[in-house]
Each structure stands twice: as C-alpha cells, then as structure tokens.
C-alpha cells in the first residue's frame, strides 16, 4: 500500500483565510441570495404585480397582430418625441404556433423606447423607456420609467418593484461602480470555495503516514448527509455537506456573475483557451446609418433575409423571431431569433447585425457551436437566469436555501469558537492572576 506523510502545513492560514472571508461576505451573498430567489420569477411575479399593463385578453390561436409599420405609429402616437429602439417580434408568430393558455390571459408585446435630440443638439427623453403594448389591436397599455421609482411620482410601487430588486441585484442600485463592487466581491466569493474544498479533506494533526486512498474515502463519506449530536455538531456537518454538494452548481453560478460584472478578468482567464466571437463587438459607426436610417419595417424584413440565408448556409433551424434593436450611435440593426442552436426561447442569442442604411451584414453571434468559451458562457448565465425551464429554476432555488443556510451555520460556528476562545483566554487570565497573588 503507498504512503505519504501529510503535514499540517499552511492549514491554520486557510482555516483564518475562510474564517474571514466567509464573515466579510455575509451581508453580500445573503443580499444577492434572497434577490436572486426573487428574481427566479421575475416574469411572473412583474405580471402578477403588474397584470393591468402586461397581460392581455387570449387572442385566437389564428389571429394577425398589427403591421410592423402600424404598430410603431400607433407607438409614436402616444410618445410623439421619441424612438423605438427595441421592437418586440415574439408575437409574430406562424398560424397555430402560439399555444393556448388555460389562464386566458397571454403577455402583451414588449417595447423600449428612447428619445430624440431637436434641431438644436438636446435630447428629450420620454416620460416611459418600457412600454406594454397589445399587438392585435394597437392600444398602449402604459409604461415604466425601467428600474427607476419617484415617491412623489403617479406610478405606483409595485410597478418597477421587480426592475428595482433586479437593479439590486445587478448593481445594487450604484449603476457602473456598483457592478464593479459586486464583480469584485464575486471573485472573493469564488476564492471561498476551493478554499473551503481545501478544509474539507481530511487532515492529521501530527506528521503521519496515511494512504491517499484512505483520506480520499474519508472524504468521500463527507458527501453523505449526516446529522451531529450537539448543536455545534450539526452545524458543522450540514455546512461541510452543503459546501461540497453544491459546489459545481455554485462555481457555475459565480462564473456567471463575473462574466457579467467583471469581464475583462473572466475573459482574461478564459480568451487564451480559444477565441470567442468579437465581430459585433468592434463594428464601426456609420454616419449613413444614423442620419437615414431604413424603416423598422424594411430592417424586420432585412433581419429575417439575412438570418433565413445564414441558417440555410450553416444549417440550423429558425424556431421564432425575438426581437429587433436600433443602435442610433452605431447606425445599426440588431434581428435576433431563436434558433437550434440556442439552449432554450428565454436565452435566445441567434443574432446579425447589419447596417441600418445600406442593410449590409457587418456581424453574426450564435450561442453554441462556433466558440468553446461562448457556449460555456451562455450555457452559464442561461442556468444563472434560470432559463432553461423549470429544473433550472429548481437548481436556482435550491442554491438559494442552501447559500442562506450555509451562510446561517458558518456564523453560528464561528460565534460558538469565539465565545470558546473568549472562555479560554477568561480562564487562563484568571489563572495567571491566581498564580500571582
């Protein structure tokens, strides 16, 4: 049987290392916890809360939603002095397609809208940036001021409740500077977890000479649930437990959240492996672009020329139009679908961009088969967002009890230590002062 020696080196610095990791981050992992369990079903609860703008009657399965071109007036209508720079195309859908709802209810089209600069070079914003909008029949159910709520202001509370716990989570409400701190505080967390790996393996107090397989089978039986007879005991199972077990789910979960707030060290470590698509990264602007740009009727129709060749090219399979976006400071169209190449609708990524003039492609993204990095980062913020259906929102909800209770046993055991060291160093005080007198 092959031994080695396995000293107690460097431990002690982990154990300290986790100690105050793991108490400098309460507060953030428990804030980005419960929002994050909230925003699980942030769709569903924004219509719930907000069932008076976003849902509308059930259409007939078979009926035609309003023109591109009609839609947009009816839009410009009610916000004279502004763009759209987000056209909702989920609801164009092909006869039978859309499934019926035993609620009766269906969503209403999704728009954003931005404003426009007058003659003299100021922008005037509109009153809304995301508005509700039923398709067959043209009525603007109404709007939001996304993220963004005035107490003294006529909309109430629970109308941008959600885009507020979002902004919460996202950035906790401080924009650009906010996004950086939790990025930052990410990494630290991730820190924390072959850290802790690291204190779960089985250690030995004096130099002895153990087998590798001996220590790696202890380990092993640490991953199976298994409940202390003292308080502390308990605590200090089911937080050894929890750690390993949802370690994998957790790592996917923290990769994500940096590659959303901390990208140059996410793609850093990851770019030299294999290089992702840029191509929409690096388009140029185009003066022609943004002072004559076509109608969002003719780029619909370009957007969907261009995917239909590109599909028939690469050959993968159009599932179902997103959405078209407008970039007035590049001068170009962004048409996004969802297509075979996706992992689900909600993370939709099948994109070109072209330019919003001549209706030159100038760029493709597809989510999976083009680029390793591209398709595990996806594949993560998909899971992240709980989009891949119901057993990802299981797996997010899951991690949401298991972080509150991971956080909840490591303070206990970190409070039952120190109130044992304070007795220690009480005692050996009142030793010491015995011996003296």
Do not use: C
Request: glycine fraction near 8%; charged fraction near 15%; charge should be positive.
């Amino acid at each position: 049987m092959s031994t080695r020696i396995v000293p107690a080196v460097n431990r002690h610095t982990f154990l300290l290392l986790h100690r105050w990791l793991g108490l400098l981050l309460i507060l953030p992992v428990l804030l980005l916890t419960l929002t994050g369990g909230v925003l699980v079903y942030k769709q569903e609860l924004d219509q719930w809360l907000n069932a008076d703008i976003m849902l509308i009657e059930q259409h007939d399965l078979y009926a035609e939603p309003l023109s591109v071109s009609q839609l947009e007036a009816r839009v410009q209508q009610v916000y004279p002095q502004s763009r759209i720079s987000w056209f909702d195309l989920e609801f164009y859908t092909l006869p039978g397609y859309q499934q019926g709802r035993e609620s009766g209810v269906q969503p209403a089209a999704v728009f954003w809208i931005a404003g426009t600069r007058d003659g003299f070079g100021n922008y005037h914003a509109p009153v809304h940036s995301q508005i509700f909008v039923n398709p067959y029949t043209g009525e603007v159910l109404g709007g939001r001021k996304w993220g963004e709520y005035h107490p003294t202001g006529s909309e109430p509370l629970t109308r941008n409740l959600l885009p507020i716990i979002y902004k919460l989570h996202y950035s906790i409400l401080a924009g650009k500077e906010g996004r950086l701190v939790l990025g930052w505080l990410t990494l630290l967390w991730l820190l924390l977890v072959p850290v802790g790996v690291y204190l779960s393996w089985p250690h030995h107090t004096k130099k002895t000479r153990v087998s590798f397989r001996h220590d790696l089978l202890h380990w092993l039986s640490f991953w199976r649930y298994r409940s202390g007879k003292s308080r502390f005991q308990k605590d200090f199972f089911n937080h050894r437990w929890l750690g390993l077990v949802f370690t994998p789910l957790m790592v996917i979960f923290l990769l994500s959240g940096l590659s959303f707030n901390l990208k140059p060290v996410y793609y850093g470590v990851f770019d030299p492996f294999e290089q992702r698509q840029l191509a929409h990264k690096i388009i140029k602007t185009s003066p022609m672009g943004q002072a004559q740009p076509m109608s969002l009727e003719q780029a619909v129709a370009t957007g969907q020329q261009l995917t239909e060749a590109w599909a028939k090219e690469a050959g993968f399979e159009l599932l179902q139009s997103i959405g078209l976006s407008h970039s007035a400071f590049k001068g170009t169209y962004l048409y996004r679908s969802y297509s075979s190449l996706d992992y689900s609708q909600d993370s939709a990524k099948t994109s070109v961009w072209f330019d919003a003039q001549s209706g030159a492609l100038l760029a493709r993204y597809q989510a999976t088969g083009e680029s390793a990095v591209d398709t595990m980062t996806v594949g993560f913020e998909a899971v992240h967002k709980s989009e891949l259906g119901w057993w990802s929102k299981l797996l997010s909800l899951l991690l949401v009890v298991a972080s509150i209770w991971l956080t909840v046993s490591g303070l206990r055991i970190w409070w039952f230590k120190y109130r044992a060291r304070r007795r220690s160093a009480a005692k050996k005080k009142q030793a010491a002062k015995s011996v003296k007198n």
